[in-house]
């Protein structure tokens, strides 16, 4: 059991047990609980209309959204929430007829919904420093295994969106699952036995003494995967402790004070346990499979992938005949229980007098396959894994500019200049990405018109091709590394420690679950030639 860490300068700072933690942080008395017992009539009626009063579009605000130079009394509360492994459409606003998300939804049609924000890394580790570093993974070097193998050093994170809005005045907290070890030096992160193989314990990403508890003003966050229950599931359910540690963290604030809440949630990634309240819910509808899920996509992926990506194994696990209902049922509560979780921020923040000037976003930190192309997991470079929710909702946006749908390319790196940006900070050189805010207020900006998504996980533990030593054969067997460059139209994934390379062409608005791979048809061979250059452009400009 990992330890659920109180937040500093609290009230409940002298309370380091587990066990008082979680009777310290009840709700306040005026908040509405969810029994165990509520039935799904219930919790839909108390979802949608219990936090409505709380959650009405702001139409009076006509402050401008921040920037270079904005006032330090006027700058934004920023609230970053993102989810684990949930993929791009488990949301109703993105047509997902299934899944009972009315906070996210009412979210994105009082805000700004993006289309298409991809990750750059889709991997716990690499994916959550990424974001937080805005980098790419070739930069930051951090991920569970080699090339990548190492933690973020104390220097590196100090060019971090929260340490860079602390040091601006902003108060900081963090909660919920960190998800990446942060030293001094910057060293493995997962040891090595003496043959060179990746060692079984160790790992430094578990262990609090590598939890950066000490450069946040408020700390919740936990090393490792946490548990979704404290006490078993007689206990509280870990995504409704994270919504009522951030309505602490709201009541202990000077609200003179800026603040940046970081809030990681650890659902839905698995193994999916949802909260009890959620009994029953979608039990009583078929919930569809994916529209590329089965052996005839499977059987189109690289030989590499089939034989060798764990993707299939845990696809038995989560899509078999007997096993996709259930998995999915877990999956979409687990959701729906974060969805919940929304509603409640933002009441507080209502009640607070905090909402008219409180920034949210929302995302999650991997997609995840469901079952598409025969897979299960993430990590892989195809849509299922890269594409993910983005929500961002600015009270102070006009009217007119809300329930907005952007089609631009957006990447994960882009997240923490955005936040910069909106406290009126420049991006400072290190970071990659570019701030979102022009395209909140003006769909026609000028914009990339390429992403670029690495993947160095194989599931082996193997080392690099370029230093893999007498284990040469194996990584030339086995590795599913890989680099790709998405636009508009068309993605290019290219498995390069492969011999001879590996490279698929699929075109998105023709086959947008990429079930046809076009890099040998004559046809399109302009378009491979210029995406392979757009890659290589790419592959340097990430490091």
């Known amino acids: ?35 165990n017992g509520v039935n799904r009539r219930q919790f839909l009626s108390l979802v949608a ?28 509360n920023i609230i970053f929430m993102m989810a684990d492994d949930q993929r791009w459409d488990a949301m109703g606003c993105m047509g997902n007829p299934v899944i009972k998300t009315p906070n996210m939804d009412r979210l994105a049609s009082d805000g700004v919904l993006f289309e298409n924000a991809l990750l750059t890394t889709s991997i716990c580790m690499a994916s959550r420093a990424g974001i937080m570093l805005g980098q790419f993974e070739s930069r930051h070097q951090c991920n569970f295994e080699r090339p990548s193998n190492k933690t973020i050093s104390f220097a590196e994170f100090e060019n971090s969106y929260p340490r860079l809005l602390q040091k601006a005045g902003y108060r900081t907290g963090f909660i919920g699952k960190f998800g990446f070890a942060v030293s001094k030096d910057k060293v493995l992160n997962c040891p090595l036995n003496p043959d060179g ?24 966050g936990f090393p490792g995967q946490g548990t979704y229950f404290t006490k078993g599931k007689s206990g509280k359910h870990l995504t409704r402790i994270m919504g009522e540690q951030a309505a602490e963290f709201f009541q202990s604030g000077d609200p003179a004070q800026p603040f940046c809440l970081s809030i990681s949630f650890k659902a839905p990634h698995g193994p999916t346990q949802p909260d009890p ?6 039990k009583d509808v078929k919930i569809p499979r994916q529209p590329n899920e089965g052996d005839q996509y499977f059987e189109k992926l690289p030989k590499v992938v089939r034989e060798h990506w764990r993707g299939r194994r845990v696809y038995r696990s989560q899509a078999g005949l007997d096993t996709y209902q259930p998995f999915m049922e ?12 929304i509603g409640h921020i933002r009441a507080e923040l209502k009640r607070l007098k905090l909402d008219d000037n409180t920034i949210i976003i929302y995302t999650s930190d991997n997609g995840y396959f469901c079952g598409s ?36 390319l957006v990447m994960s790196v882009d997240f923490a200049p955005t936040m910069l940006d909106m406290a009126g900070l420049k991006t400072p050189p290190t970071m990659q990405g570019l701030s979102l805010l022009p395209l909140l207020t003006g769909p026609k900006t000028k914009w990339r018109d390429s992403t670029f998504h690495e993947n160095n996980f194989t599931s082996h533990f193997m080392p690099a091709l370029s230093n893999a030593g007498d284990q040469r054969e194996k990584v030339l067997e086995r590795s599913v590394r890989s680099k790709a460059v998405r636009t508009k139209r068309f993605k290019y994934i290219r498995y390069f420690e492969q011999q001879p390379i590996i490279e698929e062409l699929f075109d998105l608005q023709n086959d947008p ?11 399109y061979a302009d378009i491979l030639v210029s995406l392979r250059k757009q890659c290589d452009n790419w592959i340097r400009k990430a490091k």
């Open 197 to 220: 193989t990746r060692a079984g314990k160790g790992h430094l990403w578990k262990k609090p003494e590598y939890m950066p508890s000490d450069k946040f003003d408020a700390w919740y």
């Open 1 to 35: 059991m990992e330890n659920l860490c109180p937040v500093r300068n609290s009230k409940a700072h002298k309370n380091t047990e587990q066990s008082s933690l979680e009777l310290s942080r009840q709700l306040p008395k005026h908040k509405t609980k969810i029994s």
């Open 49 to 76: 209309g219990g936090a409505a009063a709380a959650l009405t579009p702001l139409s009076g605000c006509e402050s401008q959204l921040a920037g270079a130079g904005v006032p330090a009394a006027k700058r934004p």
């Open 330 to 341: 877990r999956y979409y509560q687990c959701i729906t229980g974060i969805d919940t979780v």
């Open 277 to 282: 309240a959620y009994n029953g819910m979608y």
């Open 513 to 523: 679950i990429e079930a046809f791979n076009l890099a040998e048809k004559p046809q």
């Open 373 to 408: 192309k025969g897979l299960g997991g993430k990590c892989l470079l195809y849509e299922e894994s890269i594409r993910t929710p983005l929500i961002i909702f600015d009270p102070r946006l006009d009217v007119s500019k809300r329930a907005a749908r952007r089609p631009q």
